[in-house]
């Protein structure tokens, strides 16, 4: 065949669909960050404590066998609000180490290697990018913090029988919607310190030193100025007062309300998804 009759031909095969192009990025993030040896042993050890917690809520429910052998349940031996806060806290701990781990192999990556051309030349926008790979965080802290924690919920209803779960079906969604805005705001601050810095261990660090720093500096400002305030700009001390508010604890007197500490929590995601878009640039113009 003659070379001119080689010219452009327009692709005629089958189109996948927009939402399957979108899920290319996780797909390929979750093979990546399952095979790193450090995030799955991270993800073994944040099980033991759900299965701890499971063990706590099977014994919990049949306080009559440790009747039978001559003991008596004690005062503590109660699933409820308080049960369920101490997992929360656990678990958000993990979830903040994992994404210390994962978050920056994410983005720094693509950074480091002038990556961000090749997928912005194809049909996937920069608001695409960021939220195939804010997936791959969702579904790898999910399965730390609100999937076993639903679960623990739904063995206490179904051990404890229907009425308790009308009369606390608030902790089941406290406990999701929770773990949500949790996974949101430790997914933006893994994504922002990878766009920020292009190597994965200095921003590592940096995802670690955001919640540490800014609650040191919170608690330091409490105490110079004598106030509370400064508490809502602890990332997890405002998350907490938030939790408790949701499943009916008492705050903590330390800091301020849950409504504060909410409004705290979204301008830190406004300041996350600002550097976020600032950085995540194709080309950048230099004068």
């Known amino acids: 065949m003659a070379i001119y009759k080689h010219g452009y031909t327009r692709y005629d095969g089958e189109l996948t669909t927009h939402l399957a192009r979108l899920l290319v990025l996780p797909r390929f993030a979750w093979q990546t ?6 995030v799955a042993t991270i993800m073994v050890a944040a099980m033991f404590w759900p299965i701890a917690c499971a063990v706590f809520v099977y ?7 440790l009747l039978e052998f001559g003991l008596e349940a004690p005062e503590f031996l109660t699933v409820d609000n308080n049960f369920f806060i101490v997992f929360m806290n656990a678990q958000a701990s993990f979830a903040i180490v994992l994404a210390a781990l994962a978050g920056p192999s994410l983005i720094a990556p693509d950074l480091a290697n002038g990556a961000l051309p090749l997928y912005f030349s194809r049909p996937l926008s920069r608001t695409e990018y960021v939220v195939g790979r804010m997936l791959a965080l969702v579904g790898l802290l999910s399965a730390v913090t609100w999937i076993p924690g639903v679960l623990l919920f739904l063995m206490q209803s179904g051990m404890a029988g229907w009425a308790w779960f009308v009369d606390n079906w608030m902790l089941g969604a406290g406990i999701f919607f929770g773990f949500v805005l949790w996974i949101v705001l430790v997914g933006l601050v893994a994504l922002a310190s990878s766009a920020y810095v292009k190597w994965r261990i200095i921003a590592g660090a940096l995802v670690l030193g955001v919640f540490f720093i800014m609650a040191g500096a919170a608690e330091l400002t409490n105490e110079v100025l004598r106030v509370r305030w400064a508490s809502a ?3 997890f001390v405002a998350m907490q007062q938030v939790w408790r508010a949701m499943l009916g604890v008492d705050a903590l007197d330390s800091a301020p ?22 950085k995540l640039r194709p080309v950048q113009v230099i004068s």
């Not at 960050?33 to 450090?38: A, F, V």
């Not at 014994?59 to 066998?65: G, K, S, Y």
């Open 33 to 38: 960050l399952m095979g790193q040896r450090l």
């Open 59 to 65: 014994i919990a429910n049949r306080a009559d066998l």
């Open 233 to 235: 700009f602890s990332p």
């Open 257 to 278: 309300g849950a409504a504060t500490c909410l409004l705290a929590l979204a301008a830190m995601v406004a300041v996350l998804l600002l550097v976020v878009e600032r």
